[in-house]
């Protein structure tokens, strides 16, 4: 299914902040592998845009917030407990503020 023509009517597009289909697509499926070479070799930053289309390496940032390849820790999984624990039945959900309060932005 061509979802371009939507998302471009919805409002996202390709201008000099990146690419934001690309975006998505990397924060759903993001390379990992390779990323993780980069960053063990100590080049994530100068091979950032060789790898990432979506948002240049000063918005990296981005990435980590909704879709953390490092540590797995993200608000995509905040919603998973969320939603898990309440079609569980569990009443004691994921205190996602909690966390949040406690984290903040480095550059690195």
């Known amino acids: 299914v061509e979802v371009r ?3 471009h009517t919805a ?3 390709n201008d000099a ?3 934001d289909f690309a ?3 990397e924060m759903i499926d993001p390379p990992k592998k390779e990323l993780e070479k980069l960053l063990e070799a100590q080049r994530l930053k100068e091979g950032w845009s060789g790898l990432i289309k979506g948002r240049p ?3 990296a940032w981005l990435y980590e917030v909704v879709s953390n390849w490092r540590s797995g820790i ?3 999984k905040f919603d998973y407990f969320r939603r898990d624990a ?3 039945g569990i009443q004691r959900q994921f ?3 909690r966390h949040m309060r406690g984290v903040k932005v480095l550059c690195d």
Request: contains cysteine; hydrophobic residues 35%.
């Open 5 to 7: 023509e939507p998302l």
């Open 11 to 13: 409002g996202l597009r």
């Open 17 to 19: 902040e990146g690419d």
């Open 23 to 25: 975006c998505i697509c």
């Open 57 to 59: 390496v000063e918005k």
């Open 74 to 76: 993200d608000v995509d």
């Open 86 to 88: 309440l079609f569980l």
């Open 95 to 97: 205190d996602h503020s």
